[in-house]
């Protein structure tokens, strides 16, 4: 089993509302924790999970992207066979006229990618699910299963009801086998959360977008998986580590947040096994604290001048806080300036934003502010 399965990840997510934060980039290229992007920790999974071959769809505004993924080097990807490609909408083979509406007009246009790939199996998932997972374990319940299709879920205990907006719950019988979906539905019904990942056959896949591009269908969950839950034996893989999914800004806030708490760290980084995150390495100098500076229960990545109190934060490579600034509660991007007696909490900042000195930002936990790219205040 080993190597015989390749991995697809979607960079883009259209049910993602992420407002100011994916203007300029695709939704895999988002920075998180301090120093990663969305994208690091899927593809990261499926390195470590001794896949060889990965294709990143990229629709639009994939950029950003590419710059950090570059020739898949940071992934041990950059290799003479197999390895890491970027599959933008014109160079990706057959392609349907317009813009893709769906998972199933994207896998439709890099199917030039699949068919020359070699892998019998395909591992298919969405870029802004935040885990560490050991993908050769699903591959072995799919084969032992001998099922068509292995879904991958989660459990969760309570979900609010504008969550639930966003969620596909799964009905599974005590064989591990699918008995119904629930797409987006009012009212929660099961705990088995659909984690927008599953492994198929290669050839299946292909025949089973074929056929669904021929009928005018897009959806994979409503088109392929619901369409086709009693014609075909779809299994559902439970995993119980942690997971952080980002579909909108809370939930991107608070996922960065949850990462000053050690345990999840220690999970999500594989600090306590050998699978590694890993990302585009920069080699900056280290981080200057300030004779006054005050910093605690925060992340800080190298390159950060502080002079003044961090709190509860998540400071990117080359953030500057000034003399008698508070940052309490904030995600704060790479080249970053806060300066002299400016107070923040609840807020986050894209790349390069200047707060003049005096500002006062306060964002809701709830609802926090975002200040875009390069914005000056």
Known sequence: ????????????????????????????????????????????????????????????????????LGTGKDWDMDRKNNGLFILPPKDSGEQLSGEPSGGIDIIYGVNHYLSKSRQEYAVVADCNTICNMDF????????????????????????????????????????????????????QKTNDSYMHMFVIRKDMLMDLVDDAVAHGKHSISKDIFLWNIHRLKICAYEYTGCQLKIDDVKSFFDANLKLLTRSVREELFGLKTDMPIYTKVKDTVPTKYGKNAEVSNSIIADGCV????????????????????????????????????????????????????????????????????????
């Open 306 to 377: 502080i002079e003044g109190t961090v709190k509860n934060c998540i400071l990117f490579r080359g953030v500057h806080i000034g003399r008698g600034a508070s940052v309490e509660n904030c995600i704060i991007m790479q080249n970053s300036e806060i300066l002299e007696n400016c107070m923040m909490a609840n807020v986050i900042f894209d790349k390069e934003v200047v707060l003049r000195s005096g500002k006062k930002l306060i964002g809701q936990d709830t609802y926090p502010m975002v200040i875009g790219k390069g914005t000056v205040i």
């Open 136 to 187: 050769s374990e699903v591959l072995k319940f799919h084969i032992e299963h001998q099922a068509d299709i292995t879904l991958i879920y989660h459990k969760i205990a309570s979900m609010p009801s504008h969550a639930l907006k966003r969620q596909i719950l799964l009905d599974v019988d005590d064989e591990d086998r699918v008995q119904d979906m629930h797409v987006y539905p009012a009212k």
């Open 1 to 68: 089993m080993k190597n015989d399965m390749l991995g697809l990840i979607f960079a883009e997510n259209p049910e993602a509302g992420m407002g100011e934060l994916t203007s300029r980039r695709a939704l895999a290229a988002v920075p998180f924790g301090g120093r990663y992007r969305i994208i690091d920790f899927i593809l990261s999974s499926m390195v470590n999970s001794a896949i060889i071959n990965v294709g990143i769809t990229t629709p639009y505004n994939y950029q950003s992207l590419t710059d950090h």
